[in-house]
């Protein structure tokens, strides 16, 4: 099993502020996901990314992927209230198998 | 398209009675997996299937746990008998085989009294 530890667990924030999530492991992937997960409904993909050192944009979210490809970095500038919710990460391993390795999930509150 | 349909959304059942979970996956993908989520322990990988076929079975909890994909448009995973510990959110998803992109159901919430 390849384990991903994602940080912090819970975080509550204002609305307008600036938060990151991290997602790290000690073993290499091939690529990684983002995934966000609403309440009563299953996670969505966000982003993928694929290179080491690569950085995605998506609005007011910034991906990073790890030089080393083992962690994962997502930046939220201005957090708003439509944010909160579970953000996931999930790494692709290097073999042919076609499963992803979920992290254990940071829980974002944004409070209005 | 309908995107990953799962039913039923909501099971409440006995321990020791047989539960079936179903889904359909999004018509065209090839690749479904089968997760179990909880607080506890996150979003755990039970079973996925490529082309109608089980590749890796390695998280199902244990023999009470069974999955089937008859054919590239329905999957089931029956737990029986089922305990309370296995009260959990069972989630399908399915993808292509490249580019491994999941799209999850609703999700199936499972309670074992």
């Given at each position: 099993?390849?384990?991903?530890?994602?940080?912090?667990?819970?975080?509550?924030?204002?609305?307008?502020?600036?938060?990151?999530?991290?997602?790290?492991?000690?073993?290499?992937?091939?690529?990684?996901?983002?995934?966000?997960?609403?309440?009563?409904?299953?996670?969505?993909?966000?982003?993928?990314?694929v290179t080491g050192g690569e950085v995605k944009k998506l609005?007011?979210?910034?991906?990073?992927?790890?030089?080393?490809?083992?962690?994962?970095?997502?930046?939220?500038?201005?957090?708003?209230?439509?944010?909160?919710?579970?953000?996931?990460?999930?790494?692709?391993?290097?073999?042919?198998?076609?499963?992803?390795?979920?992290?254990?999930?940071?829980?974002?509150?944004?409070?209005? | 398209?309908?995107?990953?349909?799962?039913?039923?959304?909501?099971?409440?059942?006995?321990?020791?009675?047989?539960?079936?979970?179903?889904?359909?996956?999004?018509?065209?993908?090839?690749?479904?997996?089968?997760?179990?989520?909880?607080?506890?322990?996150?979003?755990?990988?039970?079973?996925?299937?490529?082309?109608?076929?089980?590749?890796?079975?390695?998280?199902?909890?244990?023999?009470?746990?069974?999955?089937?994909?008859?054919?590239?448009?329905?999957?089931?995973?029956?737990?029986?008998?089922?305990?309370?510990?296995?009260?959990?959110?069972?989630?399908?998803?399915?993808?292509?085989?490249?580019?491994?992109?999941?799209?999850?159901?609703?999700?199936?919430?499972?309670?074992?009294?």
């Amino acid at each position: 099993t390849q384990l991903l530890e994602q940080s912090p667990q819970f975080l509550s924030i204002q609305e307008g502020e600036n938060l990151t999530v991290y997602c790290n492991s000690s073993s290499v992937f091939s690529s990684l996901q983002w995934y966000r997960q609403e309440p009563g409904e299953g996670p969505v993909l966000l982003v993928t990314v694929v290179t080491g050192g690569e950085v995605k944009k998506l609005k007011r979210l910034t991906f990073q992927f790890g030089d080393a490809r083992k962690d994962s970095s997502l930046h939220i500038t201005a957090a708003q209230p439509g944010d909160t919710g579970l953000y996931l990460c999930a790494g692709k391993g290097q073999t042919g198998a076609n499963n992803l390795f979920f992290g254990t999930g940071t829980r974002l509150t944004v409070i209005p | 398209d309908a995107g990953v349909i799962q039913s039923p959304r909501h099971e409440v059942t006995e321990m020791g009675q047989e539960v079936t979970l179903r889904c359909k996956p999004i018509s065209g993908h090839n690749s479904l997996f089968w997760y179990r989520q909880t607080m506890m322990r996150g979003l755990e990988l039970l079973i996925y299937f490529n082309n109608n076929v089980p590749i890796d079975d390695s998280g199902m909890p244990e023999d009470r746990f069974s999955a089937k994909m008859p054919n590239a448009s329905f999957s089931t995973l029956k737990i029986q008998p089922s305990e309370p510990r296995d009260s959990a959110v069972y989630f399908c998803a399915s993808s292509f085989w490249q580019p491994n992109i999941q799209y999850f159901g609703a999700g199936t919430r499972l309670s074992v009294l």
